[in-house]
């Protein structure tokens, strides 16, 4: 009867979704488990002959403040004639860990930062009852990023530390104030003279971490641009002006 064949019907529609049904299952369980064949490949690295997976939970990672001295040394270039100058200073940085690898070895891992730095210096003189004077200050934000490599010489008591990176710097204000007794002449570096704003340094350092809280570094990061932005005299003689800065500091992790 036709109501038989509409049953028949039906049921050979459910059985297909069914078939349907289950060869999606089996394909998406298929991708399932090819990611997470992928996901382990990706969260393991080779030792020797042991392979050893890395549990991302336990990384360390975490803040920290630092301040300290930092000595600017502009440093210009003529032909065979040199002239340097140095500015004492401040900074304060803060500053971010985050260890990738951990071995009995040590640890390894990356610690970007944004930096303030600061340099100047005043000098005076006094001849015949007129007094001159002149200030030069550079005020700078830094981006450090900077592979860093520490060993703990002593398990959560003492450890040491070496890092080195390229460090981004943006000239925030550079003047020159020259006074003769009350009349002042003040000077925007970056706008009235041709010096460039912008630098790229490659910084290297080392310190020492106490109780996993308390650190004392110091480091040198070595301008790698020629600061000069004017016409050169000639292409054999050409001016240069480059900037480094030392530093000397303690900090507090977090």
Same mark, same amino acid.
């Given at each position: 009867? /036709?109501?038989?064949?509409?049953?028949?019907?039906?049921?050979?529609?459910? /059985?297909?979704?069914?078939?349907?049904?289950?060869?999606?299952?089996?394909?998406?369980?298929?991708?399932?488990?090819?990611?997470?064949?992928?996901?382990?490949?990706?969260?393991?690295?080779?030792? +020797?002959?042991?392979?050893? =997976?890395? @549990? =991302?939970?336990?990384?360390?990672?975490?803040?920290?403040?630092?301040? +300290?001295?930092?000595?600017? !040394?502009? $440093?210009?270039?003529?032909?065979?004639?040199?002239?340097?100058?140095?500015?004492? +200073?401040?900074?304060? *940085?803060?500053?971010?860990?985050?260890?990738?690898? *951990?071995?009995?070895?040590?640890?390894?891992?990356?610690?970007?930062?944004?930096?303030?730095?600061?340099?100047?210096?005043?000098?005076?003189?006094?001849?015949?009852?007129?007094?001159?004077?002149?200030?030069?200050?550079?005020?700078?934000?830094?981006?450090?990023?900077?592979?860093?490599?520490?060993?703990?010489?002593?398990?959560?008591?003492?450890?040491?530390?070496?890092?080195?990176?390229?460090?981004?710097?943006? +000239?925030?204000?550079?003047?020159?104030?020259?006074?003769?007794?009350? *009349?002042?002449?003040? $000077?925007?570096?970056?706008?009235?003279?041709?010096?460039?704003?912008?630098?790229?340094?490659?910084?290297?350092?080392?310190?020492?971490?106490?109780?996993?809280?308390?650190?004392?570094?110091?480091?040198?990061?070595?301008? /790698?641009?020629?600061?000069?932005?004017?016409?050169?005299?000639?292409? @054999?003689?050409?001016?240069? $002006?480059? $900037?480094?800065?030392?530093?000397?500091?303690?900090?507090? !992790?977090?």
């Amino acid at each position: 009867t /036709m109501i038989n064949y509409i049953i028949c019907f039906l049921t050979i529609l459910c /059985m297909n979704q069914i078939i349907i049904a289950s060869l999606f299952q089996g394909i998406y369980n298929q991708l399932i488990q090819k990611r997470r064949i992928f996901c382990n490949q990706n969260r393991y690295i080779a030792s +020797g002959s042991r392979t050893q =997976f890395i @549990d =991302f939970r336990n990384l360390q990672a975490g803040f920290g403040v630092n301040i +300290g001295y930092n000595l600017l !040394n502009t $440093t210009q270039r003529l032909g065979d004639e040199t002239d340097d100058d140095s500015l004492n +200073g401040f900074y304060a *940085e803060v500053t971010y860990d985050f260890n990738f690898l *951990e071995k009995n070895w040590g640890s390894l891992g990356l610690q970007p930062a944004i930096r303030y730095t600061f340099g100047g210096e005043t000098e005076s003189d006094e001849v015949l009852g007129v007094t001159t004077r002149a200030s030069l200050a550079e005020h700078y934000l830094d981006v450090p990023v900077n592979v860093k490599y520490a060993y703990d010489a002593i398990p959560s008591k003492l450890e040491v530390y070496g890092f080195a990176g390229p460090v981004f710097s943006f +000239g925030l204000a550079s003047s020159l104030s020259a006074s003769v007794n009350d *009349e002042v002449v003040k $000077t925007n570096n970056y706008k009235d003279t041709d010096y460039g704003r912008f630098d790229i340094k490659f910084g290297l350092g080392a310190g020492v971490t106490v109780v996993e809280k308390l650190n004392v570094k110091l480091g040198y990061n070595i301008g /790698m641009l020629n600061r000069y932005t004017g016409e050169q005299v000639s292409k @054999d003689l050409k001016y240069k $002006t480059h $900037t480094g800065v030392f530093y000397l500091g303690v900090g507090f !992790n977090f």
